[in-house]
């Protein structure tokens, strides 16, 4: 088992950054794939970026392409989503995600965390 909580997320001006936190539980963190995932009002969870288990590879939705940078630190348990250059279509809630596979689509997700708001005001 896998548990995933989130912290980070907040309040921020267009252009702005935050960086969101997943630390998890559980021995097995740094033998899964770890990723971020996003849902506005009104839509579909979307996929937003992942990361391998050892860190070495990652893939992003194309829209945060260049603005975001998905990391972890499997000495901490931790997977981070650095954001910048934020802008009001970012806002959502993020959730962290977890998978014994590849994670680009909910359905291949094993573990879910709660969420944590962004709001990016214009």
């Known amino acids: 088992q896998v548990q995933l909580v989130e912290s980070g997320g907040g309040l921020v001006q267009a252009g702005g950054s935050l960086r969101l936190s997943c630390a998890a539980s559980g021995r097995t963190f740094s033998v899964v794939n770890m990723g971020w995932f996003r849902q506005a009002p009104g839509k579909e969870r979307e996929f937003v970026a992942t990361v391998d288990q050892s860190g070495d590879t990652t893939d992003y939705t194309d829209s945060v392409k260049g603005r975001f940078t998905i990391s972890r630190d499997n000495a901490k348990n931790t997977v981070y989503l650095q954001m910048n250059s934020l802008k009001p279509e970012d806002t959502a809630v993020y959730y962290c995600?977890?998978?014994?596979?590849?994670?680009?689509?909910?359905?291949?997700?094993?573990?879910w965390g709660r969420g944590t708001q962004v709001t990016v005001s214009s």
């Open positions: 995600a977890a998978g014994w596979g590849s994670i680009w689509a909910v359905g291949a997700v094993d573990y």
